[in-house]
């Protein structure tokens, strides 16, 4: 059976923003809920607007407002945002970059946070939800300036604003193009003994106390940055050889390029930090894989990272390795440890639920939260434990690589859509 996971939902956001006995609940930044993408295609006076969905809701940005014909104010000593129609506004340009969601529809988005800003629409408070930086509103709100329409039939929600500019109405063209972004990882390939120094700097490997390895931190609030001994959970410094293995570098990727094809057919965009077994990446250089062309500075792009290893020591079943520590790296989300659990969860479920493996050790293993993956990914990361290949699981890993990527391909799915 899949499981799925209870999440605090956005009314129940809005009803701690409201309360000062529940606020202490929550810190601000703190997540709350999620925000989908919407594939229902979304208008004000017939100009498309980008929208998303949660707990039934259809949400628009707040901020998004200004190029529809309004004003949206922030008052940062009321910590406030005022919207307005602007009646002045006779002309509104049309953004043509606004399609049907495809691949994107329904899949996460953002987490909603709790938050103290305060939204007004035409002087009067309205519910709204924090997405780290913008506001996101209901669409119906929009029914006080005017009125606000839904159509199964047509696919599409619209709003009439009275006294603002109105365009014909025009069905948007499919958008094929608009990704979520995957990062497979399939491990350590190539021994370190057999690489060149010149090879295993290129890889992103430090020379340390007379051996090469790396840092298991960044420093903390830094995504670039190692720790250099840090005072962080576990040892800091691991030595390269320690990531060595014959057997199982080859079971991982095929498990991977496997879940790669079958992402793919989903409409996921997918980037794998290895395609070959005579790479030995670093983690530094397979985390980059997160960001835009493999840029540390630049701000994430990836939805979330899954590491694919087999394991050793003669048991038998699959599990996801829990995250549980104190992670300090940029970007992460106050949500990371919940989320890369929940990833390595659905995972699993789906490799016992749709393979000849069965789940070790109750499809979790504790006490390894201290993972370099853990410290040095800015997206939520389910690290995957799939079966033993130094036990009868060998067989399975052998001969069910089809299935076994089809199914971490159907967890992360799973994933996105909750």
Known sequence: MIKTRIIC??????????SAAAASAYTVGESTGRVYYSGIDTYINNYPIRAYHSEGRQLICAEDLRNYGF???WIPEEKALYISPDYSVTEITRDSSIKHSVYLANKRAYDIVYSDISV????????????????????????????????????????????????????????????????????HGKSSWTMSDTEKTSAGYDYYNGGWGEWRHWKAGSASEDCHGCDGEGTCWYPIGNGDRDTEPEIDLRNALAAKTALEGMGYNVRMTRTTNNE????????????????????????????????????????????????????????????SNYLGECINDRIVAQTSLSEYAGGKISGQGYMILFNKCPVPAGYMEIGFFDSSDLNILNSESDAIGKAIADGINDYMWN
């Open 280 to 339: 030995n990446p670093s983690f530094k250089q397979r985390v980059s894989y997160c960001y835009p062309n493999n840029d540390l500075t630049a701000e994430p792009d990836a939805s979330c990272y899954v590491c694919i290893h087999s394991n050793a020591g003669g048991g038998r079943g699959s599990a996801y390795i829990e995250a549980g520590g104190r992670y300090t790296q940029k970007w992460i989300k106050t949500s990371f440890t919940q989320d």
């Open 9 to 18: 939902s956005a009314a129940v956001a809005a009803a701690v923003i409201g």
């Open 120 to 187: 007004y629409l035409n002087g009067q408070l309205i519910e709204s939800y924090s997405i780290d930086g913008r506001m996101m509103i209901k669409l119906r709100d929009l029914e006080r300036l005017g009125r606000v329409e839904y159509s199964g039939e047509q696919n599409y929600s619209a709003a009439f604003i009275d006294g603002l500019p109105m365009t014909d109405y025009v069905p948007l063209e499919d958008d094929l193009d608009s990704k979520l972004t995957v990062v497979l990882d399939p491990g």
């Open 71 to 73: 004003k949206v104010d």
